[in-house]
């Protein structure tokens, strides 16, 4: 028995260890490596994610409901018949998350400023696995006695500024992905002269293009038909006219000119996505007239006297709709996009202030692999990797719980108009990001962009 104790304790070692995955078990994938370092952490993050959405299952509900803690201090805010079951799943979201932020913001402090693998540092950050997810499991036990409306209404607070600075740094990571895949494909087209390649990038450009056209027109069906909804109309067409003029700066000569990894493929993806943000806006929005549902849509909109959302269709809205869907998706696209991309000539190099080029695992003669790829420089930044995943909770809490407001009435905790500004806002600020990124090269001569 005390063998068969030693051998589970040694490969418990082997895997969770960094130090001991290296030495003693060579059977087992290293955990040194920069890139499946970074990896782990983002699969560490989509299971609370995961949990996270398990917790809005409907049938989990009435169990999540016999929590003391959850309800308590909470339920007499606000209509006494309203049914604690009906919001539960929120507040446990909002509590799981809030343990995965506190998790990576504890990393963020403990990484700052770590240069080399030869810091003992480095050894916390690429190894000890079973004992962070033992502290993720701590937090996330200990959130669940906390009571009372307060941790609601400030996790809303840093939700939302959270999810705003993460919805900009998903832009930056759809920008860099768009100039990856440009070189790459027009790169191809120019060794091997096949017109396949540019035939691709045109499919795609006219895709997001038409994709963006398509959306725009829905919206100004949908959403900004009714005479009281001028405030969607000028959303739509603000962002539509940016869109344009940016697509033209794009491709002028002097953009061109001094930055030739600019393109419509860029501009085309930044304009679906602006239009992602813009509806995501509008949904959010109080007037019911003005923000119909998928059901209402399908019947033709809402009735011109319903001005708000029905208390009883509460179970069906705390559920993950579509909007939370694309969101998840785009979400998990950046940040594994974020977690493989070591070059530090890209935008999520010097994002992460990555200190040079790195391989992402080297060979020795004899054909093994090296665990430690970063004993001269750390490949990327661990503190501000961490920042982002600590974003990246937020993000999720705030989508998974449709930004509602836990302070406000609860038939109407879907929409609100903090989450409508701060959304619309997001795309404004993303849209001047990228006109700096167009522009930048071309003000500023003896800046080096490449």
Same mark, same amino acid.
């Given at each position: ?37 970074? !990896?782990?952490?983002? +699969?560490? /993050? &989509? *299971?609370?994610? @995961? ?7 409907? #049938? ?106 993460? !919805?900009?740094?998903? +832009?930056? /990571? &759809? *920008?860099?992905? @768009? ?7 027009? #790169? ?263």
């Amino acid at each position: 028995m005390g063998c068969i104790i030693g051998s589970l304790a040694s490969s418990v070692a082997c895997c969770f260890g960094s130090a001991a995955c290296t030495l003693c078990c060579s059977a087992c994938p290293s955990c040194n490596n920069s890139v499946v370092t970074r !990896i782990a952490y983002a +699969l560490l /993050l &989509l *299971v609370g994610v @995961a949990v996270s959405c398990i917790m809005l299952a409907p #049938g989990l509900a009435d169990q999540l409901a016999k929590i003391p803690y959850l309800c308590s201090g909470v339920q007499h805010v606000y209509d006494a018949a309203l049914n604690c079951k009906n919001f539960v799943g929120y507040l446990a979201v909002y509590r799981v998350c809030f343990s995965m932020a506190a998790f990576f913001f504890l990393f963020t402090v403990l990484m700052i400023n770590v240069k080399s693998s030869r810091d003992p540092r480095s050894a916390i950050q690429n190894g000890f696995w079973f004992f962070k997810i033992l502290i993720i499991v701590g937090i996330c036990v200990g959130a669940f006695f906390i009571s009372g409306p307060s941790f609601g209404t400030a996790m809303m607070i840093i939700g939302m500024i959270g999810a705003f600075v993460f !919805i900009l740094i998903q +832009l930056i /990571l &759809l *920008v860099d992905f @768009a100039h990856a895949w440009n070189e790459k494909w027009l #790169g191809n087209y120019e060794e091997s002269q096949s017109k396949a390649w540019f035939a691709g990038l045109l499919f795609f450009t006219s895709f997001f293009y038409l994709l963006s056209l398509g959306a725009i027109i829905a919206f100004y069906i949908l959403y900004a038909s009714n005479g009281e909804c001028g405030l969607h109309k000028f959303f739509v067409s603000f962002n539509m006219i940016l869109c344009v003029i940016l697509s033209i700066i794009a491709v002028l000569p002097q953009v061109q000119e001094v930055n030739p990894r600019s393109g419509l493929l860029q501009s085309s993806i930044i304009t679906a996505y602006t239009m992602f943000l813009t509806w995501s806006a509008m949904t959010n929005n109080p007037n019911h007239l003005c923000n119909p549902s998928f059901s209402e849509i399908a019947h033709g909109g809402p009735s011109s006297n319903s001005t708000s959302g029905n208390p009883g269709d509460m179970d069906a809205a705390t559920g993950i709709d579509g909007k939370s869907i694309v969101s998840l998706v785009v979400f998990l696209a950046c940040v594994l996009y974020a977690s493989i991309r070591s070059s530090s000539h890209s935008s999520v190099g010097k994002m992460t202030f990555s200190s040079s080029e790195k391989t992402i695992i080297s060979t020795t003669d004899d054909g093994n692999h090296n665990a430690d790829d970063e004993e001269e420089g750390v490949a990327y930044s661990y503190s501000f990797f961490h920042f982002m995943l600590l974003l990246a909770s937020l993000y999720t809490m705030m989508t998974l719980t449709h930004w509602y407001k836990p302070s406000s009435d609860f038939t109407h905790m879907n929409t609100n108009l903090p989450a409508m500004w701060v959304k619309i806002s997001s795309s404004w600020v993303g849209l001047l990001l990228y006109f700096w990124t167009l522009i930048a090269p071309v003000v500023l001569h003896n800046r080096d962009f490449d």
